[in-house]
């Protein structure tokens, strides 16, 4: 990785504050039973005296009256309601909180506000010029695209302003040492210096731009910029709301025996608690809270408070009782002999319907006789791949806000998928349909861990619409740094044992892949994740056979579940270096090894909906060309055996495929009676700006340009209770599903505005065009509101879809079953239609996923190894991805960036660790744990290829997720490039390097 690891020196850190950190809990044999914290006797409130205290805000005095242990970031936030300062780790990693004191970026969650006294504070709400023009920063940040989610993007600004004061002419190497401690989780680094320099050099107007194709301006990309872009932890309520703390399980593995809440019940200032036998019965094998603790971190009982002092102090004075059983944690032993105690009755094995027992699989794949086809290769190539537990540290923690009226729930929540989550909340509580509303309007970065699509992952939710209700009170639940890293889903650790068989020239004979996943105490999406890594190794070579046999086993360490990619990284890991392996026993450029043997048009894919779809408009082997010429491959590759000195160049390179999604997705666009075009877009807004790039598709489509779509279009997104229904927002899936349905509701719409003209008017509706809120043919121009006037309302037909290409055989992942949809709205759609646009005419649209529609991608990296240590540099990144057709050229860029640099994280540094006698995890913190910061990542460059599939919008495949794929083989290959020496085992850390040469005898 690069030496440049040091980062946060930058800000001048003031009194850190402190956290009690009594101890809860006290072994015994078997038992662990709670104890006071020291002192606690005594059940008074935790109420500290507050004191007079003047911030000077922004040029402006502020009196306020705070305890001495408020932190600046908090005074800030909930006392003078700025909360365009983010808050990220709360514990000074992360950078979210950056505002300038008299001019110095300091982390404000690390100050106290009573420090700041007497100082001049800067906030993002102040950087704008007098006439409320933006600052130079902040159109550089909108012209660039600088924001993903834009969580950490007010905080970035702010460590940039202050770089700018200081030096107006920054290198690009001091912007990234400048920012090194803001964190961005989504990866937009690159346009994030992009942005700084732009702005340093003075901006010039962008240039216009297509909507379709190019760079327009994204919707909320204003709001990111200013902090007036609402995340859920900025939610404030005119009732104000209590905060919430969840009591978790010290041990991987005990019974719960008993839980005395009443020294809580006796603390002023508590309002609510909620034990685990209070969670209401449910179909799955996790609740939001668990009388059987089944991983350290698991949830057991609640408290909601005044305060969130309060709400902690209160949890150090529950007392519990735990019956601790034998942990379970090496799931190859389970699988061979079992384990003494289960982690679920039913059986080892985590099914796609619950436990089962260990000689059963989770999943299978297979195409013809793979023992025979093996047989006839000259050789079999054997190898075993090991991945890690990964975190998936989005800059904004986990939050909701639950507010009951009646029972009517809504939820301000940080959830990816908000027409579902709603779905199964009502189901885990046992609320009428249409009970629950959920609003996501903006969350600071996804990447799976906020996707609530099965009742095991309503957690967070779930506790705090409980404690609303009994509180009778709206409540507020935001997690700690440490919960945000293993209170929920992680991305599993896989084991791959990969057979292929191979003849002398190339061909392949056959692929045989065993995976095992410890997939921690619940299986959440293991089973998915277990059938799509599948996908992973099935659908990229030619093979004359196949087959691909899948475990997820219980065990009792973090639960993983869907983190960007799906299963893909690990599973293109495990291949990728193996393929590399069977090129070289052919002494083959790795290359031309690929370029023969990958699969293409007219080839038959492997998939979880079992059908064997025919491969269409494969990009693949032009993202193998077009990156093997940006990186030189044919000049620079040499054999492994022809490299000498101290420091040795290599080259690797990796390709894949990936899904373009899953399920089914709706479209609507309503035209109200005064013109006025609404278009509800269900995709939750992650930061992929799946949603800028849906709305662009439609105003397109429509004929509107980017102003008129500020002043003609009502954009809406990301709230279940206003928008179409959509499944969930995951898989690649924004723009090629919900986009296509929204196409298909907007060439609806076109439709119908012509026929209303034609009726009008007498003419044919073939006679006229849609343009800019007009119909316009047979010599007349009508406003949208003259042909509304004339139209039918409402639903009138069935949604549009293209026969051919938008109705396909979907997975239903509750069941594991195949099942084949009916092309028709969800009914929260039309009950949304109903309710809200029964006076418009309507354009609906549908799709269910075409399996058919692939993203391809090949990825190489350029690293140096240095052999007497085994440190090494990744020098260059080249990323060449099939995207089908570009709808948002920023967007895409974006994507690869930010899906190359998470994929960097992974593949070389990332690794939660988790102590293998306890199942406690050893370095929940960011500084310990290690995401790429702004030093770390090289020169990344993104190739586009655009090969259109008949199923998308305008072609468009998926591709958020492609990209992460890139780096742990392409990284792997190029070090065995360089060094001769393998690594099977990611993260690729010195370390490993280290111990590799040492062991082949090759450290110099
Ligand atoms: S550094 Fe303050 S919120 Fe992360
Ligand atoms: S845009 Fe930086 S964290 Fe999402």
New binding site residues.
């Given amino acids: 990785m690069a030496d440049s690891v040091s980062r946060r020196t930058f800000v001048k850190i003031g009194a850190a504050m402190g956290v009690a950190g009594a101890a809860l809990f006290k072994a015994g044999q078997h038992a662990w039973r709670a104890i006071a914290a020291p002192g606690a006797a005594d059940v008074a409130a935790n109420v500290i005296e507050k004191h007079p205290l003047t911030l000077n805000v922004n040029g402006q005095a502020h009196p306020l009256q705070v305890e001495d242990r408020r932190t600046l ?1 908090l005074a800030l936030r909930e006392d003078l309601n700025l909360t365009g300062t983010k ?11 950056t505002v300038l004191l008299d001019g110095e970026p300091v ?4 100050m106290l506000a009573r420090d700041a006294e007497g100082r001049q504070v800067a906030t993002i709400e102040g950087i704008a010029g007098a006439d409320g023009a933006l600052h130079p920063l902040q159109q550089a940040w909108v012209d660039k695209m600088a924001s993903q989610c834009g969580h950490c993007s007010p905080g970035m600004i702010m460590s940039a302003v202050a770089l700018l004061h200081e030096n107006p002419k920054p290198t690009e190497a001091d912007v990234k040492q400048a920012l090194g401690g803001n964190l961005c989780r989504c990866g937009n680094y690159p346009k994030e210096v992009e942005a700084v320099l732009a702005a340093a050099a003075g901006n010039v107007p962008k240039p216009e731009t297509p909507l379709v194709g190019g760079r327009a301006r994204t919707l909320d990309a204003v709001n990111k910029c200013t902090g007036t872009a609402h995340y859920t932890c900025d939610v404030r309520l005119p009732e104000g709301m209590l905060h919430t703390k969840v009591l978790r399980s010290p041990v991987a593995h005990a019974s719960v025996s008993g839980v005395d809440f009443s020294r809580v019940n006796r603390l002023a200032g508590v309002k609510a608690t909620l034990n685990w036998d209070e969670v209401p019965n449910y179909a799955s094998d996790r609740r939001f809270l668990n009388g059987k603790a089944r991983y350290v971190g698991d949830g057991i009982c609640a408290v909601a408070a005044e305060d969130i002092y309060t709400a902690q102090h209160a949890l150090e004075l529950i007392e519990l009782d735990l019956e601790q059983h034998d942990p379970v944690f090496d799931a190859e032993r389970v699988l061979r002999q079992g384990s003494a105690v289960l982690v679920h009755r039913g059986g080892e094995v985590a099914g796609f319907v619950g436990p089962q027992a260990r000689d059963k699989n989770t999943i299978q794949f297979a195409r013809g006789e793979i023992e025979k086809a093996l047989k006839e290769g000259d050789f079999v190539v054997e190898g075993r791949y090991v991945t890690q537990l990964q975190c998936h540290v989005p800059i904004e923690p986990h939050c909701v806000v639950a507010k009951w009226e009646g029972e009517k729930l809504t939820l301000w929540n940080s959830e990816q998928s908000p027409h579902n989550c709603a779905h199964v909340m009502e189901k885990v509580l046992k609320l009428p349909e249409g009970s629950v509303r959920v609003i996501a309007t903006h969350i600071g970065g996804g990447f799976g861990g906020k996707c609530t699509d099965s009742p095991g992952k309503t957690l967070y939710q779930g506790i705090a619409a409980m404690l609303a209700k009994k509180a009778g009170r709206p409540v507020r639940l935001e997690y700690t740094n440490k919960e945000l890293m293993f209170a929920e889903d992680t991305r599993n650790p896989m084991h791959f044992e990969m057979r292929v068989g191979v003849k002398k020239d190339g061909r392949i004979t056959g692929i045989d892949c065993r995976a095992v996943q410890p997939t921690g105490g619940y299986a959440s999406s293991g089973p998915p994740v277990c059938a799509v890594a599948g996908e992973g190794v099935m659908n990229t070579y030619r093979a004359d056979a196949l087959r691909y046999t899948a475990y997820a086993v219980y065990t009792n360490t973090p639960v993983g579940g869907e983190l960007r990619g799906f299963g893909h990284p690990q599973a293109v890991f495990a291949l990728e270096t193996h393929m590399d392996k069977v090129a070289d026993l052919l002494n083959l450029d790795p290359l031309e090894f690929r370029l023969q043997q990958h699969l293409r048009d007219g080839d038959k894919l492997l998939t979880v909906e079992g059908e064997a779809s025919e491969i269409r408009n494969s990009g693949l082997r032009e993202c193998l060309e077009r990156g093997a010429a940006a990186i030189n491959w044919r000049a620079k590759w040499q054999h492994p055996s022809k490299k000498t000195g101290r420091l040795r160049r290599g080259l690797g390179v990796r390709m894949s495929q990936e899904h373009s999604g899953r399920d089914m997705s709706n479209g609507v666009i309503a035209v109200r009676p005064d013109g006025r075009v609404v278009v509800p877009i269900g995709y939750g807004n992650l930061g992929t700006q799946s949603h800028s790039g849906i709305a662009f598709i439609v105003a397109d489509a429509l004929g509107f340009t980017r102003e008129q779509m500020d002043t003609m279009i009502e954009f809406r997104w990301a709230d279940s209770g206003t928008t179409a229904w959509d499944f969930v927002a995951d898989a690649s899936r924004g723009i090629h599903c919900q986009g296509k349905a929204f196409q298909n509701a907007a060439l609806d719409l076109k439709q119908k505005l012509a026929d209303a003209a034609a009726k009008m008017t007498g003419a044919s509706a073939a006679a006229f065009t849609v343009r800019s809120g007009r119909v316009v043919g047979a010599g007349r121009n009508l406003s949208f509101a003259d042909v509304v006037a004339k139209a039918p309302r409402g639903i009138q037909s069935a949604p549009a879809f293209n026969p051919a290409q938008d109705v396909n055989k979907i997975l239903n992942e509750e069941t594991g079953q195949v099942v084949q949809p009916e092309p028709k709205l969800h009914p929260h759609t039309v009950k949304l239609i109903e309710r809200e646009f029964s006076d418009c005419l309507i354009g609906s649209g549908f799709y269910a996923y075409n399996p058919a529609a692939k993203g391809w991608g090949a990825g190489f990296a350029e690293v140096e190894v240095d052999m007497e240590s085994g440190r090494y540099r990744v020098l260059h990144l080249v990323m060449a991805h099939d995207v089908g057709k570009i709808i948002h050229l920023d967007g895409v860029e974006a994507q690869i960036h930010g899906g190359g640099i998470f994929g960097l994280g992974y593949g070389t540094m990332e690794e939660l660790q988790v102590d293998p006698h306890s199942g406690v995890p050893v370095n929940p913190a960011l500084q310990w744990y290690r995401p790429v910061t702004m030093l770390d990542y090289p020169p990344i460059t993104p190739v586009i290829v655009e090969k259109p599939d008949p199923a998308g919008p305008l072609g468009a495949k998926g591709m958020g997720e492609n990209p992460v794929f890139n780096a742990a083989p392409a990284v792997a290959n190029a070090i065995y490039n360089a060094a001769g020496v393998r690594i099977d085992e990611i993260p690729l850390t010195w370390v490993r390097v280290n111990d590799a040469l040492r062991k082949a005898g090759r450290l110099m």
């Fill in positions: 970031m808050r990220g780790c709360n514990v000074g990693q992360c950078g979210a909180c982390y404000s969650c690390m």
